[in-house]
T-cell receptor, first 113, second 113 residues
Framework: DQQVKQNSPSLSVQEGRISILNCDYTNSMFDYFLWYKKYPAEGPTFLISISSIKDKNEDGRFTVFLNKSAKHLSLHIVPSQPGDSAVYFCAASHSGNTGKLIFGQGTTLQVKP | DGGITQSPKYLFRKEGQNVTLSCEQNLNHDAMYWYRQDPGQGLRLIYYSQIVNDFQKGDIAEGYSVSREKKESFPLTVTSAQKNPTAFYLC????????????FGSGTRLTVV
């Protein structure tokens, strides 16, 4: 039962263009969503998060959009840079779940120079 | 310099053997977690602990065991009962008041030979 899904295993974009990574969830109890970035043979690092009371959160080149009615969130990276090439994980949790994060399968982003 | 340390980085195990993966943090975090990463399956929760001497099963606890005798340490034992132990294992920690602010270790790659 995959509660958090990232249906695109990979994405390739040109440097300077926009990268859009998508994530869908099934549990309507989720009230907090996060994106993590992971390089090979390293642990994930926190990128950006959003609470369910918001529909958008921005941090520099990174913006996360949340559409609660569609149970969908997306991460926009503008402009994309070669150093953004990594695996991106979407994660979700709800306040009744004692902080446990449910992760998606990950999307590998390649930004070409 | 605070952080979370996993050791070893690479581990080889013969079939039928138990192995223990180390996870130590000096962040004074209350909660600690073990995740497993397999290709195309994201990060799946094995065990987690929110206080010393207490831990809970995650989604895929079968074939694994943990202990939490000290706040700083949360070792994971992969037993011979785990049928498919080859994977990348990630340890994480967080504070109770910010349960979503995970800090991850750099991971251990376990290979059964």
């Amino acid at each position: 039962d995959q509660q958090v899904k990232q249906n695109s295993p990979s994405l390739s974009v040109q440097e300077g263009r926009i990268s859009i990574l998508n994530c869908d969830y099934t549990n309507s109890m989720f009230d907090y969503f996060l994106w993590y970035k992971k390089y090979p043979a390293e642990g994930p690092t926190f990128l950006i998060s959003i609470s369910s009371i918001k529909d958008k959160n921005e941090d520099g080149r990174f913006t996360v959009f949340l559409n609660k009615s569609a149970k969908h969130l997306s991460l926009h990276i503008v402009p994309s840079q070669p150093g953004d090439s990594a695996v991106y994980f979407c994660a979700a949790s709800h306040s009744g779940n004692t902080g446990k994060l449910i992760f998606g399968q990950g999307t590998t982003l390649q930004v070409k120079p | 310099d605070g952080g979370i340390t996993q050791s070893p980085k690479y581990l080889f195990r013969k079939e039928g053997q138990n192995v223990t993966l180390s996870c130590e943090q000096n962040l004074n975090h209350d909660a600690m977690y073990w995740y497993r990463q397999d290709p195309g399956q994201g990060l799946r929760l094995i065990y987690y602990s929110q206080i010393v001497n207490d831990f809970q099963k995650g989604d895929i606890a079968e074939g694994y065991s943990v202990s939490r005798e000290k706040k700083e340490s949360f070792p994971l034992t992969v037993t011979s009962a785990q049928k498919n132990p080859t994977a990348f294992y990630l340890c994480a920690s967080s504070i109770i008041t910010d349960p979503y602010g995970y800090t991850f270790g750099s991971g251990t790659r376990l290979t059964v030979v």
